[in-house]
């Protein structure tokens, strides 16, 4: 089984920052795309930002400019560097991962639990 864990969330006043992590971890034979997703309280879950294998990235227009993602293929692990945060941002943040599954070779899209990030005013 391959799975993911988020951290670093927490509660930030606005204009401030925070690093999002998240790491796979389990029988892993590659890693496709990684992304993160977010989700405010009465809202759907929307798309922030992904990062592919080789390095291109894309962003949502509510978070380009201010949401930096990164990731580190030996670690198999995903960065989300916020700044500039605003209100608006508080929402649980999800990472999202493609993955071969080592042995079966399975594809399977992953989610990890989650990490909630507040903006104060």
Same mark, same amino acid.
């Given at each position: 089984?391959?799975?993911?864990?988020?951290?670093?969330?927490?509660?930030?006043?606005?204009?401030?920052?925070?690093?999002?992590?998240?790491?796979?971890? *389990?029988?892993?034979?590659?890693?496709?795309?990684?992304?993160?997703?977010?989700?405010?309280?009465?809202?759907?879950?929307?798309?922030?930002?992904?990062?592919?294998?080789?390095?291109?990235?894309?962003?949502?227009?509510?978070?380009?400019?201010? $949401?930096?993602?990164?990731?580190?293929?030996?670690?198999?692990?995903?960065?989300?560097?916020?700044?500039?945060?605003?209100?608006?941002?508080?929402?649980?943040?999800?990472?999202?991962?493609?993955?071969?599954? *080592? *042995?079966? $070779?399975?594809?399977?899209?992953?989610?990890?639990?989650?990490?909630?990030?507040?903006?104060?005013?």
């Amino acid at each position: 089984q391959v799975q993911l864990v988020e951290s670093g969330g927490g509660l930030v006043q606005a204009g401030g920052s925070l690093r999002l992590s998240c790491a796979a971890s *389990g029988s892993i034979w590659s890693i496709d795309a990684m992304g993160w997703y977010r989700q405010a309280p009465g809202k759907q879950r929307e798309w922030v930002a992904t990062i592919r294998s080789g390095g291109s990235t894309n962003y949502a227009d509510s978070v380009k400019g201010r $949401f930096t993602i990164s990731r580190d293929n030996a670690k198999n692990t995903v960065y989300l560097q916020m700044s500039s945060l605003k209100p608006e941002d508080t929402a649980v943040y999800y990472c999202n991962a493609g993955a071969v599954v *080592g *042995g079966t $070779f399975r594809y399977l899209e992953i989610w990890g639990q989650g990490t909630l990030v507040t903006v104060s005013s």
